[in-house]
């Protein structure tokens, strides 16, 4: 079995790395629409799928899927609970000042129906409510911030 050189290394990962960034800007700015999915899609599989062909074709080894040990279970578990423990400590301290959710549990509205979301939050966006939200209504009309704007929505809208 031949190892595998650092020039090969480096060829794998300039075909790796930037493939997700290209399915994003070919999605959304290159060519948004079906056309841009379609290619989105490939660029995902490919993410997906080059480390496997790259495993069987370049450096000549079986698929396989290696036995599991006991000894990386708990550093693996430490490290997930922390991840976790910091996500929320984040999102708890910071998170939701820049976050809007869709739905968010006030009071003790919760108890009654856990798998609701408060009436207040639904009344959001409308003048007076005790949403917090003091906003005029919304129009359905679309504001664009400059003419570029509003020509490009409308050249994405005739495509679609």
Same mark, same amino acid.
């Given at each position: 079995?031949?190892?595998?050189?650092?020039?090969?290394?480096?060829?794998?990962?300039?075909?790796?790395?930037?493939?997700?960034s290209?399915?994003?800007?070919?999605?959304?700015?290159?060519?948004?629409?079906?056309?841009? $999915?379609? =290619?989105?899609?490939l660029?995902?599989? #490919?993410?997906?799928?080059l480390?496997? =062909?790259?495993t069987?074709?370049? &450096?000549?080894?079986?698929l396989?899927i290696?036995?599991?040990?006991?000894?990386?279970?708990?550093?693996?578990?430490?490290?997930?609970?922390?991840?976790?423990?910091?996500?929320l400590?984040f999102?708890?301290? =910071?998170?939701?000042?820049?976050?809007?959710? &869709?739905? $968010?549990? =006030?009071?003790?509205?919760?108890?009654?129906?856990?798998?609701? #979301?408060?009436r207040?939050r +639904?009344d959001?966006?409308?003048?007076?409510?005790?949403?917090? &939200?003091?906003?005029? +209504?919304?129009?359905? &009309?679309?504001?664009?911030?400059?003419?570029?704007?509003r020509?490009?929505?409308t050249k994405?809208?005739a495509?679609?």
């Amino acid at each position: 079995m031949p190892r595998p050189t650092p020039r090969s290394a480096v060829l794998a990962l300039a075909l790796l790395v930037p493939a997700p960034s290209l399915a994003g800007w070919w999605a959304l700015y290159l060519s948004p629409g079906a056309a841009g $999915q379609i =290619v989105f899609a490939l660029l995902k599989v #490919w993410v997906l799928a080059l480390p496997a =062909v790259w495993t069987v074709l370049v &450096d000549r080894e079986r698929l396989r899927i290696p036995p599991l040990r006991r000894e990386g279970f708990g550093a693996a578990l430490t490290f997930s609970a922390l991840a976790g423990a910091g996500i929320l400590g984040f999102y708890f301290l =910071v998170g939701r000042r820049i976050v809007d959710l &869709d739905f $968010q549990w =006030v009071d003790n509205d919760w108890k009654s129906n856990p798998l609701s #979301w408060s009436r207040r939050r +639904q009344d959001a966006g409308t003048s007076g409510s005790d949403a917090g &939200d003091t906003r005029t +209504q919304r129009s359905p &009309d679309p504001q664009w911030q400059t003419d570029s704007d509003r020509i490009a929505a409308t050249k994405n809208t005739a495509r679609n």
